[in-house]
Protein backbone atom coordinates (compact mmCIF):
# COMPACT_ATOMS: atom_id res chain seq x y z
CA UNK A 1 0.00 0.00 0.00
CA UNK A 2 1.38 3.50 -1.23
CA UNK A 3 0.58 6.96 0.94
CA UNK A 4 2.14 10.27 0.85
CA UNK A 5 0.93 12.20 3.98
CA UNK A 6 4.10 13.98 4.87
CA UNK A 7 3.47 17.89 5.57
CA UNK A 8 -0.05 17.01 7.04
CA UNK A 9 0.08 20.64 8.85
CA UNK A 10 0.19 22.39 5.25
CA UNK A 11 -3.32 20.90 4.72
CA UNK A 12 -7.08 21.18 5.90
CA UNK A 13 -8.30 19.16 8.76
CA UNK A 14 -11.03 18.17 6.22
CA UNK A 15 -8.66 16.99 3.92
CA UNK A 16 -6.52 15.12 6.18
CA UNK A 17 -9.48 13.00 7.58
CA UNK A 18 -10.54 12.02 4.14
CA UNK A 19 -6.95 10.87 3.75
CA UNK A 20 -6.59 8.61 6.67
CA UNK A 21 -10.41 6.98 6.11
CA UNK A 22 -9.04 6.33 2.76
CA UNK A 23 -5.84 5.08 3.66
CA UNK A 24 -8.20 2.73 5.95
CA UNK A 25 -10.15 1.48 3.11
CA UNK A 26 -7.15 0.90 0.85
CA UNK A 27 -5.93 -1.39 3.52
CA UNK A 28 -8.59 -3.22 3.29
CA UNK A 29 -8.74 -3.57 -0.11
CA UNK A 30 -11.94 -1.69 -0.52
CA UNK A 31 -10.65 -0.04 -3.31
CA UNK A 32 -14.06 2.03 -4.21
CA UNK A 33 -14.48 2.91 -0.73
CA UNK A 34 -11.08 4.51 -1.02
CA UNK A 35 -11.22 6.11 -4.01
CA UNK A 36 -14.57 7.64 -2.97
CA UNK A 37 -12.89 9.25 0.34
CA UNK A 38 -9.75 10.39 -2.00
CA UNK A 39 -12.16 12.24 -4.13
CA UNK A 40 -14.01 13.76 -1.22
CA UNK A 41 -10.22 15.22 0.16
CA UNK A 42 -9.07 16.88 -3.09
CA UNK A 43 -12.42 18.41 -3.32
CA UNK A 44 -11.72 20.39 0.43
CA UNK A 45 -7.84 20.20 -1.35
CA UNK A 46 -7.32 19.90 -4.68
CA UNK A 47 -3.55 20.81 -4.85
CA UNK A 48 -2.30 18.52 -2.70
CA UNK A 49 -0.96 16.22 -5.00
CA UNK A 50 0.26 13.07 -2.69
CA UNK A 51 -4.31 12.57 -2.64
CA UNK A 52 -3.82 12.00 -6.71
CA UNK A 53 -0.98 9.19 -6.18
CA UNK A 54 -3.43 7.75 -3.57
CA UNK A 55 -6.25 7.82 -5.99
CA UNK A 56 -3.89 6.66 -8.78
CA UNK A 57 -3.25 3.02 -6.53
CA UNK A 58 -6.56 2.56 -6.37
CA UNK A 59 -7.52 2.58 -10.00
CA UNK A 60 -4.74 0.61 -10.48
CA UNK A 61 -5.87 -1.87 -8.02
CA UNK A 62 -9.09 -2.28 -10.20
CA UNK A 63 -6.72 -2.51 -13.22
CA UNK A 64 -8.38 1.29 -14.60
CA UNK A 65 -5.27 1.91 -16.23
CA UNK A 66 -6.74 5.60 -17.88
CA UNK A 67 -7.77 6.99 -14.74
CA UNK A 68 -4.61 6.09 -12.77
CA UNK A 69 -2.61 7.85 -15.55
CA UNK A 70 -4.87 11.08 -15.35
CA UNK A 71 -4.46 10.78 -11.84
CA UNK A 72 -0.92 10.79 -11.64
CA UNK A 73 -0.59 13.25 -14.30
CA UNK A 74 -2.13 15.66 -11.81
CA UNK A 75 0.08 14.76 -8.78
CA UNK A 76 3.19 15.51 -11.52
CA UNK A 77 2.04 18.49 -12.53
CA UNK A 78 1.44 19.82 -8.57
CA UNK A 79 4.30 17.92 -7.48
CA UNK A 80 7.06 17.50 -10.41
CA UNK A 81 9.81 16.29 -7.21
CA UNK A 82 7.49 13.86 -5.82
CA UNK A 83 8.93 10.90 -5.40
CA UNK A 84 5.98 8.66 -4.76
CA UNK A 85 4.49 10.11 -7.96
CA UNK A 86 7.63 8.97 -10.38
CA UNK A 87 7.34 5.65 -8.43
CA UNK A 88 3.59 4.94 -9.67
CA UNK A 89 4.70 6.20 -13.01
CA UNK A 90 7.61 3.45 -13.05
CA UNK A 91 4.81 1.03 -11.94
CA UNK A 92 2.58 2.19 -15.06
CA UNK A 93 5.02 1.61 -17.33
CA UNK A 94 5.91 -2.30 -16.50
CA UNK A 95 2.09 -2.60 -16.56
CA UNK A 96 2.40 -1.29 -20.47
CA UNK A 97 5.45 -3.08 -20.88
CA UNK A 98 7.31 0.08 -21.23
CA UNK A 99 10.26 -1.06 -18.96
CA UNK A 100 12.79 1.56 -20.64
CA UNK A 101 10.31 4.39 -19.36
CA UNK A 102 9.98 2.32 -15.84
CA UNK A 103 13.42 2.14 -15.29
CA UNK A 104 14.28 6.13 -15.66
CA UNK A 105 11.00 6.90 -13.61
CA UNK A 106 12.14 4.21 -10.64
CA UNK A 107 15.32 6.14 -10.59
CA UNK A 108 14.04 9.37 -10.92
CA UNK A 109 11.92 8.10 -7.50
CA UNK A 110 14.44 7.25 -5.74
CA UNK A 111 16.92 10.70 -6.46
CA UNK A 112 13.94 12.88 -5.50
CA UNK A 113 12.82 10.36 -2.41
CA UNK A 114 15.94 8.17 -1.58
CA UNK A 115 14.13 6.95 1.42
CA UNK A 116 10.63 5.68 -0.55
CA UNK A 117 11.55 1.52 0.33
CA UNK A 118 9.43 0.03 -2.38
CA UNK A 119 11.24 1.60 -4.80
CA UNK A 120 14.09 -0.32 -4.38
CA UNK A 121 13.24 -4.08 -5.06
CA UNK A 122 11.37 -2.74 -8.14
CA UNK A 123 14.34 -1.18 -9.38
CA UNK A 124 17.01 -3.58 -8.54
CA UNK A 125 14.71 -5.87 -10.59
CA UNK A 126 14.10 -3.52 -13.70
CA UNK A 127 17.61 -2.86 -13.69
CA UNK A 128 18.77 -6.09 -13.99
CA UNK A 129 16.36 -6.87 -16.90
CA UNK A 130 17.53 -3.92 -19.01
CA UNK A 131 21.46 -3.04 -18.29
CA UNK A 132 22.21 -6.52 -16.70
CA UNK A 133 23.56 -7.13 -12.85
CA UNK A 134 26.38 -5.24 -12.66
CA UNK A 135 25.03 -1.54 -13.13
CA UNK A 136 22.70 -2.17 -10.20
CA UNK A 137 25.40 -3.44 -8.03
CA UNK A 138 27.84 -0.21 -8.64
CA UNK A 139 24.94 1.88 -7.77
CA UNK A 140 24.29 0.12 -4.38
CA UNK A 141 27.73 0.40 -3.64
CA UNK A 142 27.42 4.25 -4.24
CA UNK A 143 23.89 4.29 -2.35
CA UNK A 144 23.91 3.52 1.29
CA UNK A 145 20.27 2.42 2.04
CA UNK A 146 17.55 4.27 4.27
CA UNK A 147 16.24 2.84 7.41
CA UNK A 148 12.66 2.77 6.12
CA UNK A 149 13.80 -0.80 4.31
CA UNK A 150 13.03 -2.55 7.40
CA UNK A 151 9.21 -1.36 6.85
CA UNK A 152 9.32 -3.36 3.42
CA UNK A 153 7.82 -6.99 3.02
CA UNK A 154 10.33 -9.66 4.45
CA UNK A 155 11.20 -11.21 1.04
CA UNK A 156 11.56 -7.71 -0.44
CA UNK A 157 14.19 -7.24 1.93
CA UNK A 158 15.45 -10.49 1.52
CA UNK A 159 15.92 -9.41 -2.11
CA UNK A 160 17.70 -5.84 -1.32
CA UNK A 161 20.22 -7.79 0.84
CA UNK A 162 20.72 -10.40 -1.37
CA UNK A 163 21.87 -7.83 -4.31
CA UNK A 164 23.61 -5.67 -1.44
CA UNK A 165 25.75 -9.47 -0.67
CA UNK A 166 26.63 -9.57 -4.71
CA UNK A 167 27.61 -5.94 -4.51
CA UNK A 168 30.16 -6.66 -1.61
CA UNK A 169 30.94 -10.29 -3.02
CA UNK A 170 34.47 -9.64 -4.40
CA UNK A 171 35.73 -6.34 -3.08
CA UNK A 172 34.35 -6.88 1.19
CA UNK A 173 33.62 -10.60 1.86
CA UNK A 174 32.85 -10.35 5.38
CA UNK A 175 29.98 -7.67 4.26
CA UNK A 176 28.72 -9.55 2.00
CA UNK A 177 28.03 -12.66 4.25
CA UNK A 178 26.57 -10.36 6.54
CA UNK A 179 24.09 -9.24 3.96
CA UNK A 180 23.51 -13.11 2.27
CA UNK A 181 23.05 -14.10 6.08
CA UNK A 182 20.33 -11.09 6.38
CA UNK A 183 18.66 -12.26 3.26
CA UNK A 184 18.36 -15.75 4.42
CA UNK A 185 17.01 -14.40 7.76
CA UNK A 186 14.34 -12.67 6.12
CA UNK A 187 13.76 -15.53 3.07
CA UNK A 188 14.80 -18.86 4.25
CA UNK A 189 13.80 -19.75 0.70
CA UNK A 190 15.54 -17.75 -1.15
CA UNK A 191 18.09 -20.31 -2.57
CA UNK A 192 20.23 -18.07 -4.53
CA UNK A 193 21.16 -16.07 -1.32
CA UNK A 194 22.34 -19.77 0.35
CA UNK A 195 23.87 -20.63 -2.73
CA UNK A 196 26.37 -17.52 -2.81
CA UNK A 197 26.78 -17.43 1.00
CA UNK A 198 27.83 -21.05 0.52
CA UNK A 199 29.98 -20.40 -1.92
CA UNK A 200 31.43 -17.59 -0.32
CA UNK A 201 32.25 -19.57 2.93
CA UNK A 202 33.71 -22.44 0.89
CA UNK A 203 35.71 -19.73 -0.94
CA UNK A 204 37.48 -18.73 2.50
CA UNK A 205 38.03 -22.51 3.06
CA UNK A 206 35.16 -23.08 5.63
CA UNK A 207 33.61 -25.70 3.70
CA UNK A 208 31.61 -27.45 7.13
CA UNK A 209 29.73 -24.01 7.45
CA UNK A 210 29.71 -24.01 3.99
CA UNK A 211 28.05 -27.41 4.19
CA UNK A 212 25.85 -26.67 7.01
CA UNK A 213 24.14 -23.26 5.33
CA UNK A 214 23.34 -25.49 2.05
CA UNK A 215 22.14 -28.49 4.02
CA UNK A 216 19.63 -26.16 5.71
CA UNK A 217 18.67 -24.29 2.77
CA UNK A 218 17.46 -27.90 0.71
CA UNK A 219 15.28 -28.29 3.66
CA UNK A 220 13.27 -25.40 1.98
CA UNK A 221 14.47 -26.51 -1.87
CA UNK A 222 15.35 -29.82 -1.82
CA UNK A 223 15.41 -29.67 -5.73
CA UNK A 224 17.23 -26.73 -6.23
CA UNK A 225 20.59 -27.34 -8.48
CA UNK A 226 22.73 -24.84 -7.90
CA UNK A 227 22.27 -26.06 -3.99
CA UNK A 228 22.49 -29.49 -4.52
CA UNK A 229 26.04 -29.11 -6.45
CA UNK A 230 27.05 -26.48 -3.85
CA UNK A 231 26.54 -29.53 -1.46
CA UNK A 232 28.24 -32.28 -3.67
CA UNK A 233 31.29 -30.41 -3.99
CA UNK A 234 31.05 -28.92 -0.15
CA UNK A 235 31.12 -33.03 0.67
CA UNK A 236 33.76 -33.92 -1.53
CA UNK A 237 36.16 -31.29 -0.41
CA UNK A 238 35.67 -32.77 2.83
CA UNK A 239 36.45 -36.03 1.70
CA UNK A 240 32.89 -37.76 2.37
CA UNK A 241 33.39 -38.91 -1.28
CA UNK A 242 30.71 -42.09 -1.02
CA UNK A 243 28.28 -39.03 -0.26
CA UNK A 244 29.77 -36.73 -2.49
CA UNK A 245 29.68 -38.35 -5.82
CA UNK A 246 26.21 -39.72 -5.74
CA UNK A 247 25.18 -35.91 -5.04
CA UNK A 248 28.06 -34.68 -7.96
CA UNK A 249 25.28 -36.40 -10.46
CA UNK A 250 22.73 -32.94 -9.69
CA UNK A 251 25.67 -31.29 -12.06
CA UNK A 252 23.94 -32.67 -15.00
CA UNK A 253 20.45 -30.21 -14.22
CA UNK A 254 22.66 -26.97 -13.14
CA UNK A 255 23.95 -24.64 -15.79
CA UNK A 256 27.25 -24.09 -13.79
CA UNK A 257 28.09 -27.53 -15.68
CA UNK A 258 26.95 -28.09 -19.16
CA UNK A 259 25.93 -31.71 -19.62
CA UNK A 260 26.67 -33.02 -22.81
CA UNK A 261 23.28 -35.00 -24.21
CA UNK A 262 23.38 -38.50 -25.73
CA UNK A 263 20.57 -41.11 -26.95
CA UNK A 264 19.99 -44.44 -25.54
CA UNK A 265 20.43 -45.80 -21.89
CA UNK A 266 22.79 -44.11 -19.06
CA UNK A 267 25.50 -46.82 -18.21
CA UNK A 268 24.91 -48.30 -14.58
CA UNK A 269 28.51 -49.81 -14.13
CA UNK A 270 27.45 -53.40 -14.38
CA UNK A 271 28.76 -55.57 -17.59
CA UNK A 272 27.82 -54.52 -20.80
CA UNK A 273 27.79 -56.80 -23.81
CA UNK A 274 28.67 -53.77 -26.50
CA UNK A 275 30.10 -50.39 -26.69
CA UNK A 276 30.49 -47.76 -24.60
CA UNK A 277 30.20 -44.17 -25.57
CA UNK A 278 32.60 -42.49 -22.50
CA UNK A 279 31.60 -38.58 -22.76
CA UNK A 280 34.17 -35.62 -21.47
CA UNK A 281 32.89 -32.29 -19.53
CA UNK A 282 33.78 -29.43 -18.02
CA UNK A 283 37.51 -28.56 -18.10
CA UNK A 284 40.69 -30.55 -19.69
CA UNK A 285 42.00 -30.81 -16.34
CA UNK A 286 38.77 -32.75 -15.76
CA UNK A 287 39.65 -34.99 -18.33
CA UNK A 288 42.88 -35.62 -17.95
CA UNK A 289 41.96 -36.26 -14.36
CA UNK A 290 39.54 -38.73 -14.80
CA UNK A 291 40.52 -40.95 -17.74
CA UNK A 292 42.56 -43.39 -15.43
CA UNK A 293 38.98 -44.36 -15.22
CA UNK A 294 38.65 -45.77 -18.81
CA UNK A 295 40.54 -49.00 -17.95
CA UNK A 296 38.24 -50.04 -15.27
CA UNK A 297 35.10 -49.17 -17.74
CA UNK A 298 36.58 -51.25 -20.52
CA UNK A 299 36.94 -54.33 -18.19
CA UNK A 300 33.51 -54.35 -17.95
CA UNK A 301 32.64 -53.60 -21.55
CA UNK A 302 33.13 -55.25 -24.83
CA UNK A 303 34.56 -52.12 -26.31
CA UNK A 304 35.21 -48.13 -24.74
CA UNK A 305 34.95 -45.40 -27.61
CA UNK A 306 35.99 -41.37 -25.97
CA UNK A 307 34.37 -38.46 -26.86
CA UNK A 308 36.72 -35.57 -26.23
CA UNK A 309 38.23 -31.94 -27.20
CA UNK A 310 40.27 -32.16 -30.01
CA UNK A 311 43.32 -30.91 -28.21
CA UNK A 312 43.03 -34.12 -26.26
CA UNK A 313 42.59 -36.11 -29.35
CA UNK A 314 45.97 -37.88 -29.95
CA UNK A 315 47.05 -37.91 -26.49
CA UNK A 316 43.72 -39.45 -25.18
CA UNK A 317 44.66 -42.60 -27.75
CA UNK A 318 47.34 -43.71 -25.53
CA UNK A 319 45.14 -44.24 -22.62
CA UNK A 320 44.65 -47.77 -21.84
CA UNK A 321 41.19 -49.27 -22.36
CA UNK A 322 40.30 -46.80 -25.14
CA UNK A 323 39.61 -48.48 -28.22
CA UNK A 324 38.67 -45.09 -30.39
CA UNK A 325 38.55 -41.43 -29.90
CA UNK A 326 36.85 -38.95 -31.72
CA UNK A 327 36.04 -35.12 -31.81
CA UNK A 328 33.46 -33.54 -33.40
CA UNK A 329 29.65 -32.64 -32.73
CA UNK A 330 28.33 -35.72 -34.89
CA UNK A 331 29.13 -39.58 -33.30
CA UNK A 332 28.33 -41.57 -35.85
CA UNK A 333 29.59 -44.45 -33.93
CA UNK A 334 27.03 -47.03 -32.61
CA UNK A 335 26.62 -47.83 -28.71
CA UNK A 336 24.70 -49.41 -26.47
CA UNK A 337 25.02 -47.17 -23.65
CA UNK A 338 26.49 -44.05 -22.50
CA UNK A 339 28.10 -42.68 -19.40
CA UNK A 340 29.77 -39.09 -18.47
CA UNK A 341 33.35 -39.32 -17.58
CA UNK A 342 33.16 -37.94 -14.51
CA UNK A 343 30.17 -40.27 -13.42
CA UNK A 344 32.78 -43.03 -13.34
CA UNK A 345 34.11 -42.38 -9.63
CA UNK A 346 30.77 -42.95 -8.56
CA UNK A 347 30.22 -45.95 -10.13
CA UNK A 348 33.49 -47.61 -9.14
CA UNK A 349 33.07 -46.15 -5.82
CA UNK A 350 36.19 -44.35 -4.99
CA UNK A 351 36.96 -43.55 -1.86
CA UNK A 352 40.06 -41.33 -0.74
CA UNK A 353 42.16 -44.44 0.38
CA UNK A 354 40.95 -46.37 -2.66
CA UNK A 355 41.50 -44.48 -6.08
CA UNK A 356 42.12 -46.39 -9.55
CA UNK A 357 45.76 -45.09 -9.96
CA UNK A 358 47.90 -47.30 -12.56
CA UNK A 359 50.28 -43.77 -12.86
CA UNK A 360 51.45 -43.67 -15.45
CA UNK A 361 48.15 -44.22 -17.42
CA UNK A 362 49.17 -41.40 -19.62
CA UNK A 363 52.30 -41.23 -21.80
CA UNK A 364 53.97 -39.04 -24.88
CA UNK A 365 53.52 -40.78 -28.03
CA UNK A 366 56.61 -42.43 -28.76
CA UNK A 367 57.72 -41.12 -31.87
CA UNK A 368 57.35 -37.18 -30.87
CA UNK A 369 59.29 -37.65 -27.60
CA UNK A 370 62.61 -37.68 -29.10
CA UNK A 371 62.13 -35.74 -32.14
CA UNK A 372 62.63 -32.63 -30.30
CA UNK A 373 65.25 -32.65 -27.35
CA UNK A 374 64.88 -29.31 -24.98
CA UNK A 375 67.94 -27.36 -25.30
CA UNK A 376 69.82 -27.57 -21.80
CA UNK A 377 72.75 -25.11 -20.81
CA UNK A 378 74.46 -28.12 -19.49
CA UNK A 379 73.89 -31.82 -18.98
CA UNK A 380 73.48 -30.97 -15.18
CA UNK A 381 70.98 -28.34 -15.00
CA UNK A 382 67.79 -29.20 -13.52
CA UNK A 383 65.10 -28.51 -16.07
CA UNK A 384 61.86 -27.10 -14.70
CA UNK A 385 58.48 -26.23 -16.55
CA UNK A 386 56.36 -23.16 -15.08
CA UNK A 387 53.00 -22.41 -15.75
CA UNK A 388 51.63 -19.20 -14.17
CA UNK A 389 48.19 -18.68 -15.63
CA UNK A 390 45.18 -21.03 -15.68
CA UNK A 391 42.66 -20.61 -18.83
CA UNK A 392 40.63 -17.47 -18.47
CA UNK A 393 37.21 -19.11 -19.40
CA UNK A 394 38.22 -21.53 -16.48
CA UNK A 395 36.07 -20.83 -13.15
CA UNK A 396 38.04 -19.49 -10.44
CA UNK A 397 40.91 -18.90 -13.13
CA UNK A 398 41.52 -15.15 -11.37
CA UNK A 399 42.22 -17.14 -8.01
CA UNK A 400 44.40 -19.70 -9.24
CA UNK A 401 46.70 -17.40 -11.47
CA UNK A 402 49.50 -15.87 -10.62
CA UNK A 403 51.86 -13.08 -12.44
CA UNK A 404 54.98 -14.69 -14.30
CA UNK A 405 57.64 -12.49 -12.82
CA UNK A 406 57.08 -13.28 -9.27
CA UNK A 407 57.47 -17.17 -10.27
CA UNK A 408 60.17 -16.91 -11.88
CA UNK A 409 62.16 -14.95 -9.87
CA UNK A 410 61.38 -17.65 -7.19
CA UNK A 411 62.70 -20.20 -9.40
CA UNK A 412 66.06 -18.61 -11.12
CA UNK A 413 68.30 -20.35 -9.29
CA UNK A 414 71.82 -21.79 -9.83
CA UNK A 415 71.44 -25.08 -12.05
CA UNK A 416 68.35 -24.98 -12.90
CA UNK A 417 67.10 -24.01 -16.47
CA UNK A 418 63.53 -23.10 -16.60
CA UNK A 419 61.09 -23.95 -19.25
CA UNK A 420 57.82 -22.18 -20.05
CA UNK A 421 54.73 -24.55 -21.17
CA UNK A 422 52.38 -21.43 -20.78
CA UNK A 423 50.72 -21.95 -24.42
CA UNK A 424 48.70 -18.84 -24.21
CA UNK A 425 50.90 -16.26 -23.03
CA UNK A 426 51.08 -12.89 -23.86
CA UNK A 427 54.08 -11.10 -26.27
CA UNK A 428 54.94 -9.02 -23.51
CA UNK A 429 55.35 -12.35 -21.32
CA UNK A 430 57.43 -13.92 -24.67
CA UNK A 431 59.30 -11.03 -24.29
CA UNK A 432 59.94 -11.53 -20.68
CA UNK A 433 61.11 -15.15 -20.91
CA UNK A 434 63.32 -14.70 -23.26
CA UNK A 435 64.72 -11.57 -21.22
CA UNK A 436 65.43 -14.03 -18.63
CA UNK A 437 67.10 -17.05 -20.43
CA UNK A 438 63.66 -19.05 -20.07
CA UNK A 439 63.15 -21.11 -23.25
CA UNK A 440 60.00 -20.78 -24.34
CA UNK A 441 57.87 -23.97 -26.13
CA UNK A 442 54.76 -22.07 -26.89
CA UNK A 443 55.39 -22.12 -30.20
CA UNK A 444 55.95 -25.94 -30.69
CA UNK A 445 53.14 -26.84 -28.73
CA UNK A 446 49.77 -27.57 -31.06
CA UNK A 447 47.94 -29.79 -28.38
CA UNK A 448 48.19 -32.29 -25.38
CA UNK A 449 50.36 -34.49 -27.46
CA UNK A 450 52.93 -32.20 -27.95
CA UNK A 451 52.82 -30.87 -24.31
CA UNK A 452 53.05 -34.86 -22.89
CA UNK A 453 56.47 -35.22 -25.40
CA UNK A 454 58.00 -32.00 -23.92
CA UNK A 455 57.09 -33.27 -20.35
CA UNK A 456 58.82 -36.06 -20.75
CA UNK A 457 62.14 -34.40 -21.19
CA UNK A 458 62.05 -32.03 -18.13
CA UNK A 459 62.54 -33.25 -14.61
CA UNK A 460 60.09 -31.04 -12.29
CA UNK A 461 56.98 -28.57 -13.60
CA UNK A 462 56.00 -26.08 -11.06
CA UNK A 463 52.81 -25.02 -12.24
CA UNK A 464 49.04 -23.21 -10.98
CA UNK A 465 46.13 -25.48 -10.61
CA UNK A 466 45.52 -26.28 -14.41
CA UNK A 467 45.28 -28.87 -16.96
CA UNK A 468 49.15 -29.55 -17.48
CA UNK A 469 49.43 -30.44 -13.55
CA UNK A 470 47.01 -33.22 -14.44
CA UNK A 471 48.51 -34.33 -17.47
CA UNK A 472 52.65 -34.50 -15.30
CA UNK A 473 50.59 -36.21 -12.67
CA UNK A 474 49.02 -39.19 -14.83
CA UNK A 475 52.58 -39.50 -16.67
CA UNK A 476 54.19 -40.12 -13.42
CA UNK A 477 56.56 -36.69 -13.36
CA UNK A 478 57.62 -34.49 -10.52
CA UNK A 479 54.93 -31.79 -10.37
CA UNK A 480 55.05 -28.72 -7.39
CA UNK A 481 50.93 -27.36 -7.85
CA UNK A 482 50.31 -24.02 -6.40
CA UNK A 483 46.81 -23.53 -4.83
CA UNK A 484 45.17 -20.96 -4.29
CA UNK A 485 43.58 -20.53 -0.18
CA UNK A 486 40.42 -22.36 -1.14
CA UNK A 487 41.61 -25.08 -3.41
CA UNK A 488 39.46 -27.02 -5.93
CA UNK A 489 37.54 -30.08 -4.05
CA UNK A 490 39.62 -32.27 -5.62
CA UNK A 491 42.86 -31.82 -3.72
CA UNK A 492 41.10 -32.08 -0.26
CA UNK A 493 41.84 -29.64 2.70
CA UNK A 494 45.39 -29.43 4.38
CA UNK A 495 47.39 -31.85 2.96
CA UNK A 496 50.57 -31.38 1.15
CA UNK A 497 50.20 -34.36 -1.18
CA UNK A 498 47.44 -35.87 -3.06
CA UNK A 499 45.84 -39.34 -3.41
CA UNK A 500 45.54 -38.66 -7.29
CA UNK A 501 48.84 -38.45 -7.74
CA UNK A 502 52.39 -39.71 -5.94
CA UNK A 503 54.69 -37.84 -7.92
CA UNK A 504 52.82 -34.28 -6.83
CA UNK A 505 53.68 -31.94 -4.01
CA UNK A 506 50.92 -29.15 -2.95
CA UNK A 507 51.73 -25.92 -1.86
CA UNK A 508 49.23 -23.86 -0.60
CA UNK A 509 48.75 -20.48 0.21
CA UNK A 510 48.40 -19.55 3.73
CA UNK A 511 46.16 -16.62 2.93
CA UNK A 512 44.11 -15.46 0.30
CA UNK A 513 45.34 -13.89 -2.70
CA UNK A 514 49.32 -13.98 -1.57
CA UNK A 515 51.42 -16.18 -3.53
CA UNK A 516 54.91 -15.52 -1.27
CA UNK A 517 54.73 -17.43 0.89
CA UNK A 518 54.56 -20.64 -1.20
CA UNK A 519 56.57 -19.08 -3.27
CA UNK A 520 59.15 -19.08 -1.11
CA UNK A 521 58.48 -23.35 -0.21
CA UNK A 522 58.87 -23.73 -3.30
CA UNK A 523 62.42 -21.86 -3.49
CA UNK A 524 63.64 -23.40 -0.72
CA UNK A 525 62.85 -26.92 -2.05
CA UNK A 526 63.83 -26.53 -5.17
CA UNK A 527 67.24 -25.20 -3.49
CA UNK A 528 67.41 -28.26 -1.57
CA UNK A 529 66.63 -30.61 -5.00
CA UNK A 530 69.68 -28.78 -6.49
CA UNK A 531 72.39 -28.80 -3.76
CA UNK A 532 71.54 -32.70 -3.40
CA UNK A 533 73.36 -33.05 -6.01
CA UNK A 534 71.35 -35.65 -7.95
CA UNK A 535 71.88 -36.91 -11.33
CA UNK A 536 68.83 -36.13 -13.56
CA UNK A 537 67.02 -39.34 -14.28
CA UNK A 538 65.76 -39.33 -17.65
CA UNK A 539 64.57 -42.86 -17.67
CA UNK A 540 62.61 -42.36 -14.46
CA UNK A 541 62.45 -38.72 -13.23
CA UNK A 542 59.84 -39.32 -10.84
CA UNK A 543 62.72 -41.35 -8.73
CA UNK A 544 64.24 -38.12 -8.28
CA UNK A 545 61.18 -36.86 -5.61
CA UNK A 546 62.25 -38.87 -3.19
CA UNK A 547 65.61 -37.72 -2.68
Same mark, same amino acid.
Given at each position: ??????????????????? #?????????????????????????????????????????????????? &????????????????????????????? &????????????????????????????????????????????????????????????????????????????????????????????????? #???????????????????????????????????????????????????????????????????????????????????????????????????????????????????????????????????????????????????????????????????????????????????? &???????????????????????????????????? #????????????????????????????????????????????????????????????????????????????????????????????????????????????????????????????????????????
Amino acid at each position: MQSSHSHLLAHSPEAIAQL #QAGLAAQGAEQWSTARHHYQQGIQQDPHWAGLYVNLCATYRATQATQPAE &RALDLALHLDPQLGIAHYYAGLLALDRGD &RETALRSLQTALAQDPELPETYPTLGEVWTEQAGLEPWLAWLRQHPLPKTIQQLAPKQQAAIAFWQGLAWNDTDPRQAEQCFRQALACDPELGNAAA #QLGQLLAHDNRFEEALAITEQALMHLPEDPHLRLNHALCLLALGRWDEGWRAYEWRRYSDQNPWVQAAGPEWDGQPLKGTLLVLTEQGLGDTLQFSRYLAWARQRCDRVVLWCPRSLVRLMETVAGVDQVFAGDDCRIPYRAHVSLLSLPRLARTTVEQIPAPIPYLRPIAPLANQCPLP &RQTSQALAVGIVWQSGPHMKDAARKCMALDPLAIAL #QCPGVQLYSFQVDRSEAEAECLAAQGIVDLAPQIKDFADTAADLAQIDLLVTVDTAICHLAGAMGKPVWTLLPYAADWRWLRDRPDTPWYPTMRLFRQSRPGSWAEPLDRVRSALEGWVRSGAEPSRSNPASRQSR
